[in-house]
Each structure stands twice: as C-alpha cells, then as structure tokens.
Antibody, heavy 125, light 110 residues
Framework: QVQLQQWGAGLLKPSETLSLTCAVY????????WSWIRQPPGKGLEWIGE???????NYNPSLRSRVTISVDTSKSQFSLKLTSVTAADTAVYYC???????????????????WGKGTTVTVSS | QSVLTQPPSASGTPGQRVTISCSGS????????VNWYQQLPGTAPKLLIY???QRPSGVPDRFSGSKSGTSASLAIRGLQSEDEADYYC???????????FGGGTKLTVL
C-alpha cells in the first residue's frame, strides 16, 4: 500500500523560502504525477503543481514565478520550494500521487488518489 | 474565487439523499473528467469519485457522481452521520494546464 510521508519547516518569516519534501513508500515512483496542494486556514484546496519521475513539471499560473518542484528518483522523493513567502502562504501543504491520461473520447482524466497527512506551514514575523 | 463553483453548504437528515453541484466551463468540466474529494475534519482529503462516476475500492456505493456539459454532481443516498465533511470537486483545466478545485461544500447531517 502506497504511503506518502512529508516533512519540512513549519514556521517561516516573510521573504523566506518554504521547503517541503515528500517520500513515497510501498509503490512505484514512475508512471505517476506527484503533486503539491495547499489549504489556507478555513479555506479550500489550491493545486500548486506537479512533477513526473522524469522531471516534467506543471505549475499553477498564480504561483509559477515563485514555485519549484523537483524530484529525486533515487530516493523516491519529490520536493517543493516556494520563495518570498508572505502571510498569504500560511496553509496546510499536502503532497499527493496523481494518475492521468486520455480516454478514447479525448477527455483527460486526472485524479489524486493517495495523499500525505499534510504539513502546517505558518508565515509570521 | 475558485474556478469551479460549488454551493458553500448542504444539509440533510439521516437516510436522506443529498446532492452537491459543481459548475465549470468548457476548458475543464466539459473537456475533462471530474473528481470528488471528501475531507473529514482535521484530515487530508480522500478521493471519493474519479472520472465522473467511478468509485475507488472501499468507497460505499451510497456515493455516486455524474456529469453533463459543464456541470457535475455528487449524490449521497442513505445519508449517515459520518458523511458530515467538506466535499470538493476538481478537474483538469486545459487553459491553466493544471488542476482546478471547487470552493468546497460543507455537508451537515442534521
């Protein structure tokens, strides 16, 4: 059974860089999309971006200028860096495994079926 | 402002059937499949419905999903107290080249 274990600094000051890592245990690392999602306190989910085992990335346009997602296939890990954080970046950050592809109709399916437990990141001076 | 639109709240009594709607556009719901996630208080989201109407192993058949045009719906029949949670719809958006979520619907079991 695939499990995702995530870790990283939980308290940052404004302008610092958020850094989180997610390790994949019990399953294949290749053939999937590895995503980061965040949830500000009392608010909804926001997709941050994804990476494949080969290093191909997609980012949320609203965060693209500050986000880097990287992968270490030798350790089955992927990481998130978010620069120049502000209080608006305070949130629970989740890592997740994504599956995606095209049906014959041309529709693209993409869903996240395994999630980490989440890491609370607080940005405060 | 979320790309997909959901009602902020829904409610029902035990045993009832409730539905939650999700409205999008041609670049997301019309073009691609819809997923639903359930988030119990204080926990990570859990995949509830994928590819419009498919249930992952272990999800009760009380939960069902449907899609038509630019809208989708989640239906829960035989409502139970443990169904009280936040529910999010999501889909791939071709314009953003990424996942977009609805704002979430808080389901209360009265």
């Amino acid at each position: 059974q695939v499990q995702l274990q995530q870790w990283g600094a939980g308290l940052l000051k404004p302008s610092e860089t958020l850094s989180l890592t997610c390790a994949v245990y019990g399953g294949s690392f290749s053939g999937y999309y590895w995503s980061w999602i965040r949830q500000p306190p009392g608010k909804g989910l926001e997709w941050i971006g994804e990476i494949t085992h080969s290093g191909s990335t997609n980012y949320n346009p609203s965060l693209r200028s500050r986000v880097t997602i990287s992968v270490d296939t030798s350790k089955s890990q992927f990481s998130l860096k978010l620069t120049s954080v502000t209080a608006a970046d305070t949130a629970v950050y989740y890592c997740a495994r994504g599956e995606g592809g095209y049906y014959g109709s041309g529709s693209y399916y993409y869903y996240m079926d395994v999630w980490g437990k989440g890491t609370t990141v607080t940005v405060s001076s | 402002q979320s790309v997909l639109t959901q009602p902020p709240s829904a409610s029902g009594t035990p045993g009832q059937r409730v539905t939650i709607s999700c409205s999008g556009s041609s670049s997301n719901i019309r073009s691609n499949t819809v997923n639903w996630y359930q988030q119990l208080p204080g926990t990570a989201p859990k995949l509830l419905i994928y590819s419009n109407n498919q249930r992952p192993s272990g999800v009760p058949d009380r939960f069902s999903g449907s899609k038509s045009g630019t809208s989708a719906s989640l239906a829960i029949r035989g409502l139970q107290s443990e169904d009280e949670a936040d529910y999010y719809c999501a889909a791939w958006d071709d314009s953003q080249n990424g996942v977009v979520f609805g704002g979430g619907t808080k389901l209360t079991v009265l």
